[in-house]
């Protein structure tokens, strides 16, 4: 199987190679791109491969630009770190989607999924570009994070750029913002809402009760029961303990 793999993360593509590897599957890696500007001149210039990992975000921009430039119509198996509802908008020639980090028996079932659909059709249907989900689809992904966020102390409401909060925190049923000059005010949203307004790149939910900027973390050490304690500045009153669940997408984040 001829493979093209579309990931800017040089840890990413290493550990893809490596469960590719331990699937025990004939398999060739014709190139790794790590940019939209690359993978459309390679795409214009070579046969379409058999298939196509591409990771949504790349180093230069959204990679579903590249089908903008290019008609291609090799399945493709995401790689992402974002939301599976951003995924399963988009049928057409996707196989699967595999969120970062990638699990090695989810990686096997998407390989078992294309094979069962080469033999229920062989040829592509239709080539990428001509998919009327695709607008949609950049649309939902290119949308802007906060840049400000209203915050109440007492009876006054003030605007503060996003990046001057160091992390927001949940405290009986109300949400805070602890800025970096150490003062704190309350936020009219939950911590659900704000993960889909903040950017991921810069801030990520550590606990149920915490969401961070990455500045703000100051210190990170492995804890009881393969946890990881989080030391954030401003100091928080409470622990941040991430769990060992998530201890791996956590690490992830950070070395983004």
């Known amino acids: 199987m001829k493979i093209l793999i579309i990931e800017d993360e040089p840890f990413a593509r290493a550990e893809l190679i490596r469960l590719l590897k331990a699937t025990g599957r004939d398999f ?17 210039s070579h046969p379409e491969p058999e298939l196509v990992f591409l990771d949504i975000q790349l180093a230069d921009g959204i990679s579903f630009d590249i089908f903008k430039k290019v008609n291609i119509s090799s399945p493709v198996i995401f790689t992402t770190a974002y939301d599976e ?20 028996e989810a990686l096997v079932s998407a390989l078992n999924k294309l094979d069962r659909i080469r033999i229920a059709a062989p040829e592509p249907v239709q080539s990428w570009r001509e998919n009327p989900q695709l607008e949609n689809l950049l649309k939902m992904l290119s949308k802007e994070f906060k840049s400000r966020i209203l915050l ?80 954030l500045d401003p100091p928080s009153e409470e622990k941040v303990l991430v769990s060992r669940v998530n201890v791996k997408e956590v690490l992830r984040w950070m070395g983004e």
């Not at 690359?38 to 214009?44: K, N, P, Q, R, V």
């Not at 509802?85 to 090695?104: C, E, G, T």
């Not at 991921?200 to 973390?217: D, E, K, M, V, Y």
Request: net charge negative; proline share 3%; with cysteine.
């Open 28 to 44: 060739e890696i014709l190139e790794q791109i790590d940019t939209v500007e690359d993978s459309i001149e390679w795409l214009s």
């Open 85 to 104: 509802y951003a995924i399963r908008a988009f049928q057409l020639n996707s196989i699967d989607y595999l969120l970062k980090p990638v699990n090695p």
């Open 152 to 231: 109440k102390t007492g009876d006054q409401i003030r605007s503060v750029q996003i990046e001057e909060i160091a992390y927001f925190y949940a405290e009986d049923d109300v949400v805070f913002a602890m800025q970096k000059n150490k003062s704190r005010a309350i936020v009219d949203y939950t911590l659900n809402q704000l993960e889909t307004m903040l950017d991921p790149g810069r801030f990520h939910r550590l606990t149920r009760s915490c969401i961070a900027q990455i500045s703000s973390i100051k210190k990170v050490s492995k804890y009881f029961n393969s946890r990881l304690l989080v030391e």
